[in-house]
């Protein structure tokens, strides 16, 4: 998992200057390595790193999925760095994180400094989604700690890193089937279970698009995904969650908010608990009769 590359890809962001959070989000989204802001006059610039095992224009048709809905983020630059001197500072970039009540996000080269009392969630921070220092990721988190119980079966559906995954099997879940589209992340997946010493076979690993390969049942489905992908994916959810069961979902802006409590009850949800950090959003739902 090392990274001998030998040099990144970076594209720049521009926004106005009360869009920092939101840049560096959005950079995260886009399966960023890290980033780095500057500031100007009413403006603010993310030159935001990406892995070379894609090619540039895969990394730019990301970027411009996810700034879409952001009128005032444009692209104004990219290229590619020598990873030289940016590598220490890529891992000084990922501290320790405490997230919720129990949990600590660490990147595995500070294994070792875990603080008394919490439970260490051990991701790299490759090309995946869901390296825990995403508001989203926190809030997925955080919903699961109150809806995780022991012994349950749970899907995750767009795994990325496969953090929340993770988390469910720490939190006592017998098994989870983590999905998502795109295949290269699996090998990342599989290597942050390695990490976090999860036992083989309890966490089956599968490329599938939303609910298509799944097919079956699960106490709780999360998706930390963003709005349109849930959007389409909402009326297959009685599908796979009986009466009572739990749906969490994140990866949404509070903007989106209204839009997606209107929708929920196409998917027979009804929301029970949220969460906003900063100006994104989620949610836990409950399957009604």
């Not at 590359?5 to 521009?14: A, H, R």
């Not at 496969?162 to 992340?185: E, F, T, W």
């Not at 390969?213 to 930390?224: E, I, K, P």
């Not at 209107?262 to 409950?286: C, F, H, Q």
């Amino acid at each position: 998992m090392g990274n001998n590359e030998g040099f990144w890809w970076y594209i720049t962001l521009e926004g106005k200057d009360e869009n920092e959070e939101d840049l560096a989000a959005l950079a995260d989204l886009s399966g960023s390595i890290g980033s780095e802001i500057k500031e100007f006059p009413g403006k603010v610039a993310l030159k935001a790193y990406y892995r070379s095992t894609r090619d540039l224009g895969f990394w730019i048709g990301r970027v411009q999925e996810v700034i879409s809905s952001w009128p005032a983020v444009r692209i104004v630059d990219m290229g590619r760095i020598e990873n030289r001197q940016w590598h220490t500072a890529w891992k000084e970039a990922f501290p320790p994180l405490k997230v919720g009540r129990r949990f600590i996000v660490m990147a595995p080269w500070h294994k070792g400094k875990e603080p008394e009392g919490l439970v260490p969630l051990y991701i790299y921070p490759g090309s995946a989604f869901g390296t825990g220092y995403h508001e989203s990721t926190q809030i997925a988190l955080e919903l699961l700690e109150e809806m995780v119980s022991p012994g349950i079966k749970v899907l995750d559906v767009g795994t990325g890193s496969g953090i929340l995954a993770i988390a469910c099997i720490l939190m006592g879940a017998s098994a989870v089937v983590a999905i998502d589209n795109d295949p290269a992340v699996l090998p990342e997946v599989r290597e942050n279970l390695r990490l976090n010493g999860i036992p083989e076979g309890s966490v089956d690993v599968r490329t599938g698009d939303l609910l298509s390969g799944f097919s079956g049942n699960a106490d709780l489905l999360c998706a930390n995904i963003v709005f349109d992908p849930l959007a389409v994916m909402l009326p297959g959810v009685p599908g796979v969650l009986p009466e009572g069961g739990t749906a969490i979902f994140s990866g949404l802006t509070l903007k989106e908010r209204p839009a997606f409590l209107t929708m929920l009850p196409s998917g027979g949800m009804v929301p029970v608990k949220e969460i906003r950090k900063g100006d994104w959003w989620g949610v836990a739902a409950s399957r009604k009769a």
